[in-house]
């Protein structure tokens, strides 16, 4: 073997790194917390679903599926020889496998194991893998750009919470609905998760509190048009847990208004794991959130004045 | 007009523009020459606000960051969004009630695709009609003829011809010495982060035999030992 490999995986440890330093966090204390978090969740998604060896093992398979990706690919396949290239595809694979193939040896789920590493084994082998050029309808195209790509991205989340939901309305399980109602709320919010590079801050001729209102008033309104359906089935069906939708709802809308500010509480750079934690804590404690907005609106504001004046 | 006295900018303890004293009026073009890192984009991000710096920049109309265009030389495109909601952006972030693009489409872009597929040339063409949407009074173009085809660079002629003649101020860079010497009436070479020397139309080849001087050209026939 020559120092080809051992440089590669050396520089994607460094990226790595620099990944988590870029997050605000050590980053050695960021990967063991990463691995716990991990382990934890894990841990939990196996005691409370059932069946989920086959779930965890799909989740292994594609994420390895993302580093198929063609344009990636083309890229090794330039710089390196055809067998180190072979040989680095297949070691990458198994070792982000690695980690969920020990959970399920040690859950004796042995089949799953071995085909999560036969799936990436062949992944190893697929390199074409490029997002579609076809263009997904968005009913959010009038207020670029969160929503329209947000809601393309991830559709299929859409789908499944919609068809679970009436799954769950015909077998009479209300908190399953209301769990799924407040996930959409959880998906819009998502879109938001990236800070966007600072041109495209700048191109808006508003104060920063007018671009925040209107950034605002888009998510809200969307992100209400989203979880819509799913109240009206579940006050339809439940009309006597009609309030424990909308105080989904009221929470959902704090989560949205949370999101979108804390987006630009990091701005020029992405948002921080402080800021992220806040938030975190704010989503687990919905009142604080009523503490938490005006926090972010502030700091959201004094990071946006350099570049909207 | 814009009005630039005393320009510095620094990164960290680097300085990479020094005390720049520039007017652009209405109603002309301009066109900054360099090398690679002599500072132009610097001083092209500080004019439209994208970068803090030190020294003044007044514009005599409304704020400048909000009648100023930037064709930035990498032009970064979201996933997953086309053509059309691209120049829906551009037109929201000024106000503007736009929504038919197609008479706007100048370059003939297949809009309904997502920008992020389309060639190297055709983000630029995009980007560029984003701008011209925009109404935009200032227009700083960033190696606006980089990556395009021979009938659109000279579409682009065309356009920054007609922008002169609406009264706008252009303000733009290239590496072809060619275009800038058809589309520019003042040319501005910026070296290590000064301003070396300034001429308008019919003394561009002064400053093109300068550079000539400092290209790679006379180092190479040092480096090869030819006479």
Redesign the interface.
């Known amino acids: 073997m020559n120092g080809a490999m051992p440089a590669y995986f050396g520089l994607q440890y460094k990226r790595l790194l620099r990944s988590i330093k870029d997050f605000g966090m050590n980053p050695y204390l960021g990967m063991v917390l990463a691995a716990l978090l991990f382990f934890w969740l894990s841990k939990t998604l196996f005691s409370r679903i059932a069946y989920f060896q086959y779930y965890y093992a799909a989740a292994a398979l594609f994420m390895v599926l993302q580093l198929s990706e063609t344009r990636r690919n083309d890229f090794l396949k330039n710089i390196y020889t055809k067998t180190n290239y072979a040989r680095l595809r297949l070691l990458e694979n198994l070792l982000l496998v690695f980690p969920f193939v020990i959970f399920l040896v040690v859950r004796g789920f042995y089949i799953c194991a071995t085909g999560a590493i036969t799936g990436s084994l062949i992944c190893s082998f697929y390199n074409k893998f490029s997002?579609s050029?076809f263009?997904?309808p968005s009913p959010f195209?009038?207020?670029?750009?969160e929503f329209?790509?947000g809601f393309?991205?991830y559709y299929p989340a859409f789908i499944v919470i919609y068809a679970v939901t009436a799954i769950a309305v015909v077998v009479g399980n209300f908190y399953l609905g209301a769990f799924l109602d407040l996930l959409c709320w959880l998906v819009c919010m998502n879109f938001y998760s990236t800070t966007?590079?600072?041109?495209?801050v700048?191109?808006?001729?508003?104060s920063p509190k007018e671009f925040l209102t209107g950034k605002i008033k888009t998510a809200l309104r969307y992100s209400f048009i989203s979880s819509l359906p799913l109240a009206i089935v579940l006050c339809a069906c439940f009309p006597a847990k009609a309030w424990v939708v909308a105080v989904i709802c009221f929470c959902g809308l704090l989560y949205m208004t949370a999101g979108v500010l804390l987006k630009y509480t990091g701005y020029p750079k992405q948002i921080s794991l402080p800021a992220t934690i806040i938030a975190g804590i704010g989503i687990i404690i919905p009142p604080l959130l009523l503490f938490v907005i005006p926090f972010f609106y502030n700091r959201a504001i004094q990071k946006l004045t350099?570049?909207l004046? | 007009m814009i009005n630039i006295q005393s320009l510095s900018k620094y990164y960290g303890r680097h300085k990479v523009l020094s005390d720049i004293d520039l007017v652009f009026n209405k109603g002309e073009v301009y066109g900054i020459v360099g090398e690679n890192g002599a500072g132009k984009t610097t001083l092209f991000k500080c004019i439209a606000g994208l970068e803090d710096f030190e020294g003044t920049i007044s514009y005599d109309g409304s704020t400048l960051k909000n009648v100023t265009g930037y064709l930035p030389t990498e032009l970064f495109f979201f996933s997953k969004m086309t053509g059309q909601e691209y120049l829906q952006l551009l037109s929201n972030a000024r106000n503007l009630t736009n929504t038919d693009f197609k008479s706007s489409n100048i370059f003939d872009l297949p809009l309904s695709e997502y920008a992020e597929n389309y060639s190297t040339g055709m983000k630029k063409k995009l980007a560029l009609t984003g701008l011209l949407i925009q109404k935009n009074e200032v227009f700083i173009l960033d190696e606006p003829f980089n990556g395009v085809d021979i009938h659109s660079n000279l579409i682009i002629k065309e356009i920054i011809a007609k922008l002169k003649q609406l009264g706008k101020i252009v303000i733009m860079s290239s590496h072809i010495f060619s275009t800038l010497n058809d589309s520019c009436d003042h040319l501005h070479y910026l070296k290590n982060g000064h301003i070396k020397a300034s001429v308008a139309k019919g003394g561009f080849e002064q400053i093109e035999e300068e550079m000539k001087g400092e290209s790679v050209g006379s180092r190479l026939i040092d480096l090869l030992n030819l006479d």
């Not at chain 1, 195209?141 to 750009?145: A, G």
């Not at chain 1, 966007?196 to 495209?200: F, R, T």
């Not at chain 1, 700048?202 to 508003?206: C, E, K, T, V």
Request: positive net charge; proline residues 8%; aromatic residues 16%.
């Open positions: 997002r050029a263009v997904i195209s009038k207020q670029p750009f329209t790509t393309r991205k966007e590079p600072s041109y495209y700048w191109i808006h001729a508003q350099s570049t004046k």
